[in-house]
């Protein structure tokens, strides 16, 4: 007896899964953004898109 083929199951398994992973991604930018459509950014984003050699501290100076 041949075994089933669940290459069509695991696609659309994976295809729901991503989609959820793109559902999250969304409400979590949505999330930062306020009601005027600007980009809230928290204070752990503006290290991170800081310099290496710059620290947070002389940055704000």
Known sequence: M????YRHQK???EQARKLRQAEKQNRRLAARTDADGNVVASPADDAATLPPDVS???AET
């Open 56 to 58: 947070p501290a002389q």
């Open 11 to 13: 696609k659309q398994k």
């Open 2 to 5: 041949a075994k089933p083929n």
